[in-house]
Nanobody, 118 residues
Framework: QVQLEESGGGLVQTGGSLRLSCAIS????????VGWHRQAPGNERELVAF???????VYADSVKGRFTIFRESAYNMVYLQMNSLKPEDTGVYYC????????????WGQGTQVTVSS
């Protein structure tokens, strides 16, 4: 079992930066992929970026060049550095994990609010 806890959200002006943190506990050695997702009011949850245990990353087109996902070597912390923030980046950000041998994100944090003011 894996537990995840996000932190680092807040209120920032357009063009500003935030760094989100995801602390992973429990069987983090069994984690294969960690992804950051977000959900804006009235919208479906969307995948923003994910990182594989080997370090390769994938980003949504809407955040390429502005967001960076990276991790500690032990894979017990995953971060999302968000630069050049826009009002459309506003939402609740969740980190989630896929464990080896499973499919789909079965482990989720409680989320952290990011609000970008115009």
């Amino acid at each position: 079992q894996v537990q995840l806890e996000e932190s680092g959200g807040g209120l920032v002006q357009t063009g500003g930066s935030l760094r989100l943190s995801c602390a992973i506990s429990g069987d983090f050695f069994n984690v294969y992929i960690v992804g950051w997702h977000r959900q804006a009011p009235g919208n479906e949850r969307e995948l923003v970026a994910f990182i594989r245990r080997g370090g390769s990353t994938v980003y949504a087109d809407s955040v390429k060049g502005r967001f960076t996902i990276f991790r500690e070597s032990a894979y017990n912390m995953v971060y999302l550095q968000m630069n050049s923030l826009k009002p459309e980046d506003t939402g609740v950000y969740y980190c989630a994990a896929i464990e080896s041998g499973t499919s789909g994100y079965n482990n989720w944090g409680q989320g952290t609010q990011v609000t970008v003011s115009s």
